[in-house]
Structure formats: structure tokens, C-alpha cells
């Protein structure tokens, strides 16, 4: 005998009649909605867990970078002690200056093979070890020939250091941050700078024999860090796979990526695209004599890299006191103060490209930045050629020095390491990216060593005429040899090189990435 308005359900569960319980009905039970909100919040969390996971491998790996930014920034300053010390002629300025850029060319090249054999990871850990015995031997130098010695290993650590960590952050990023978190090296390198003519400032009241070596000294703090994040990182996965360390790679892409499908996609990519390289040829050598794809690859990575520095831009930040002078402004402490402004505006505009670099995309922030490039440099060799020396010069120059080096951190600074670590297939990744390392630091050696010597046979306003010129190049060169690589995986990538109407076309939707497949 039943109750009324009780009744048995289909399914023989009891319940009201008016509200039956059973596999049709409308409502969720409770227990279900409490499923749902726990997996979503579960979701949640590894989303943030993992981003910031990412976040802190990407500033870990960017501290090398800091140290050639520090080194640049501080050496604008030091080199005036150093010469009143040590009594070097300008030549010898020259040289020391520029030898860094020249001599991080052999850690460059080094890298990639270093890193192919012992990783990543401990590559950036070898490079600040060099660095740091550079910086000390620097600091007690009693000479030029010591201080040069000194030079020379912490311009080879910093080659090392500098080709490293763009290809380590590209090969941990999720595609969908990969853009803003490769721009990091390039934001801990105007950080350095920034950190440079800052303590160019605190310690240019000491004594001409003390204040250059406390400066240098400084910059030995931040290897002690990296030493520190080389037992928090993890090892590169895309390395990983190639040393056949499977189960290690998805681990490490378990952290690093959102969900577990995703990770499974990747490392699936992955192993296709190890599996596809010629592993019987020499990389060097498939390097030497590139098919049609990979010389396209090297032509853009190589060619972007020397436009950043051909374009003049260490030579500005080396030698912002000697342009400022040029200006109109004889006071020492005036002019590095002047300095500092030109490290905050490159520090600070970075920060605009990091926002965008994954939103609008590459070529958009290179076209802005290689077009306001152009116009600020044109501005410095106009001002400095044909205005006279006094207050509306002087604003003149540190307004267009600062909007230089502002329009270079919004584009082509970050950018340029971004494309060399994303456009070159996995097994020539390293060694490719050191190439195109190679090629920054050389150019930026050689405008460094010259620019006092053009300075003082075409003046300072009319060298950076000629930089104005070389800027101007570097927009044709965008145009024409620089796809579009914003939200596609490092493998979806190599693609667009495979095919040279899609590669000229710019733009490239990943629909044409999968008609490529398909073919």
C-alpha cells in the first residue's frame, strides 16, 4: 500500500509525483552540480598554477640577460673613470667597449652545440659561471691588458647567455604566451641597462680609481641568482625528446601547459618533428648548404638580427654621454642623468610590446617600430648637424635619443629574439639561433668600436644620418622577409617556410598551415 502522492519512478527509486526523479528529468541533482564546480574550479587552478609556473621559468632563464644589459648600461659611465684612471687613449675606449659584442660571438656560436649536448638548462648555468670570473677579474684590474682579459670572458659568457634563453623560454611557452614571455630576455636586458646608469649615478661621486670597480663589481650579483634557478627550472622539453627522455618531456609539458589533451598534442608534435629531421647529416652542414625552406629561415633570423644592432642602438646607449655633449651638456653628473632617462624610456616602452607582441602580432609592433626608428634617428643628425648648442638642442636630443630607444623596445628589440627562437626547426634550433646571435653581436661590436672614429671624421649628427638610412632598409626587409607568427606552435611554423608564395604572402592563417599539411 503506497503513500499518496508518492510513486515508484521508472528506474525504482521513489520520490514526489510531481517532481520525478529519473534520467529525463529537467533538474540536476545536487551532488552533480557539485561535481561540475569542483572540476571547473580544479580547471582554475592549474590554469594559474601553470601560468605562473611558466612565468617564473621565463624570468629565471632571463637573468643572463640582465648582465649584458648591465654591462652596457654601466660601461657608458665607467668608461669615463676608466680613461681618467688608467690614462687610455680613445682607440683603447673603443676597443674595450666593443670587444664584448665581438668576443660574445665565440660564446654564440659555442652555445647552440653546448646546449644541444648538455642542455639548456645548464648552458645558462655555464654562461653566468664565465661571466662572473670576467666581472671579478675586471673589478681588481690594475691595468688595460687585465681589464681586457676580463672583457674577453665576460663577453664569451655572455654570448653563451644571450642566445640561450630566447630558445629555452620559446621551447617551455604555451604557444598562446609564447610571444610575451620570449620578449623577457629583452626586458631583463633594458632592466640591466636601466640598472647600469643607475649605478653609473650612485657611484660617480667616489674616486676616479674606486667608482669604475665598484661599478663593474655590481654586476656579478645577478649570476648568484641564476645559480639559485638552475635547481627550480626544468630541462627544455623539445631537448628532452630529442635525447629520447619521453616521460620526462611530459612531465615537464604537464606543467607548463593548461590541460592534459594539450600536452599530449604537443609532445606528439614534438616527436614528429624530431622524427623527421635528418639526423645522418651534420648540423653544421645542413647549415653550410640549407635546402630552399631553411635558407629562408636563415636569411630572416640572421637578417633581423643585424638590423637590430646595425640601426645603431648600443652605440646610442654606450655612448648617450658623448651624443648629450655633442648636444650642449658639459656637466658630468647632468650628462648621466640624462642617461638615465634614455634607460628608463627603453625599460618602459618594452612593457607595450610584451601587452601586444601576442595580440596584434610580430610584424605589426616591427613596422612601427623600425618606421618611428627611422624618424627619431633622422631627428638626432638633424638636430645635431644644424641646430646650435643650447637649451632647445639639448631637449631636441634627449627627446629623440629617448623616443630611439623607445620605438627599438617596442619592436625590433624584443622581436628580433622572438622570430631566431621560434622560425628554426627543433634539431637546428640552437645552433641556427646562435647564428643569428652571432650576427647581433658582431654588428653590435663593430658600430661600438667605430662609432667614435665616424663621430669624428662626419661628426655625431651625421653618423646618425647614416643609421637613419640603415633604419629605413630594415622596414623593406620586415616587409619582405618576415611571415607572421603570432599563435602558432613551433612546428606549425617551420610550415610557413616550406612553401614561398604562402612565405611572401605575410599573413599566414592557419588554414594555409593546413592545406601545407595536406601537401
Known amino acids: 500500500m503506497g503513500m499518496t502522492g508518492v510513486q515508484e519512478n521508472g528506474h525504482g527509486e521513489m520520490g514526489m509525483s510531481d517532481f520525478p526523479l529519473g534520467s529525463k528529468n529537467k533538474y540536476k541533482r545536487m551532488d552533480s552540480v557539485f561535481t561540475d564546480d569542483d572540476d571547473q574550479y580544479q580547471l582554475e587552478k592549474r590554469k594559474k598554477s601553470t601560468r605562473k609556473y611558466v612565468f617564473g621559468c621565463a624570468v629565471f632563464a632571463s637573468l643572463n640577460n640582465v648582465l649584458l644589459g648591465y654591462d652596457v648600461g654601466v660601461m657608458s659611465g665607467a668608461i669615463l673613470f676608466i680613461q681618467q684612471d688608467l690614462k687610455i687613449t680613445e682607440v683603447q675606449q673603443e676597443v674595450l667597449v666593443g670587444v664584448l659584442s665581438i668576443i660574445s660571438l665565440i660564446g654564440s656560436l659555442a652555445g647552440g652545440r653546448t646546449s644541444d649536448a648538455i642542455g639548456r638548462k645548464w648552458t645558462m648555468g655555464f654562461a653566468a659561471v664565465i661571466f662572473q670570473i670576467g666581472a671579478a677579474v675586471m673589478t681588481i684590474a690594475p691595468s688595460f691588458e687585465i681589464l681586457m682579459v676580463g672583457r674577453i670572458l665576460a663577453g664569451v659568457g655572455i654570448g653563451f647567455g644571450v642566445m640561450i634563453a630566447p630558445v629555452y623560454i620559446a621551447e617551455i611557452s604555451p604557444t598562446i604566451a609564447r610571444g610575451s614571455l620570449t620578449s623577457f630576455p629583452e626586458i631583463f636586458i633594458n632592466l640591466g641597462i636601466l640598472l647600469g646608469y643607475v649605478s653609473n649615478y650612485a657611484f660617480s661621486g667616489l674616486s676616479a680609481h674606486i667608482s669604475w670597480r665598484v661599478m663593474l663589481a655590481v654586476g656579478i650579483l645577478p649570476s648568484v641568482f ?31 601547459n593548461e590541460n592534459d589533451s594539450e600536452v599530449e598534442e604537443r609532445l606528439a608534435e614534438i616527436q614528429q618533428a624530431a622524427g623527421t629531421a635528418d639526423t645522418d647529416k651534420p648540423v653544421w652542414r645542413e647549415l653550410l648548404s640549407p635546402s630552399p625552406a631553411l635558407r629562408r629561415m636563415l636569411i630572416t633570423g640572421i637578417g633581423i638580427q643585424c638590423f637590430q644592432q646595425i640601426t645603431g642602438i648600443d652605440a646610442t646607449v654606450y655612448y648617450s654621454p658623448t651624443i648629450f655633449k655633442a648636444a650642449g651638456i658639459e656637466d658630468e653628473s647632468k650628462l648621466l642623468a640624462a642617461t638615465v632617462a634614455v634607460g628608463v624610456s627603453k625599460t618602459a616602452f618594452i612593457l607595450i610590446a610584451i601587452i601586444l607582441i601576442d595580440k596584434v602580432g610580430r610584424k605589426p609592433l616591427l613596422y612601427v617600430s623600425t618606421i618611428g626608428m627611422t624618424t627619431c634617428l633622422l631627428g638626432v643628425g638633424i638636430t645635431l648637424l644644424l641646430m646650435k648648442e643650447g637649451s632647445i638642442s639639448i631637449a631636441l636630443a634627449i627627446l629623440f635619443v629617448c623616443g630611439n630607444v623607445a620605438f627599438f623596445s617596442v619592436g625590433i628589440g624584443p622581436v628580433c629574439w622572438v622570430l631566431t627562437s621560434e622560425i628554426f626547426p627543433l634539431r637546428l634550433r640552437a645552433q641556427a639561433s646562435g647564428l643569428g646571435a652571432v650576427g647581433n653581436r658582431m654588428c653590435s661590436g663593430l658600430v661600438a668600436m667605430s662609432f667614435l672614429s665616424v663621430s669624428r671624421a662626419i661628426t655625431v649628427g651625421g653618423t646618425f644620418l647614416i643609421f637613419s638610412v640603415i633604419s629605413a632598409l630594415s622596414v623593406a626587409f620586415v616587409y619582405k622577409h618576415v611571415p607572421e607568427t603570432k599563435g602558432k606552435s613551433l612546428e606549425q611554423i617551420e610550415l610557413l617556410f616550406q612553401d614561398e608564395y604562402t612565405f611572401q604572402g605575410g599573413e599566414v592563417q592557419l588554414e594555409d598551415v593546413e592545406h601545407l599539411v595536406q601537401k
Open 226 to 256: 641564476i645559480g639559485v634557478a638552475l635547481f627550480i627550472i626544468p630541462e627544455s622539453p623539445r631537448w628532452l625528446v630529442l635525447q629520447n627522455r619521453v616521460e620526462e618531456a611530459r612531465l615537464v609539458l604537464m606543467k607548463t
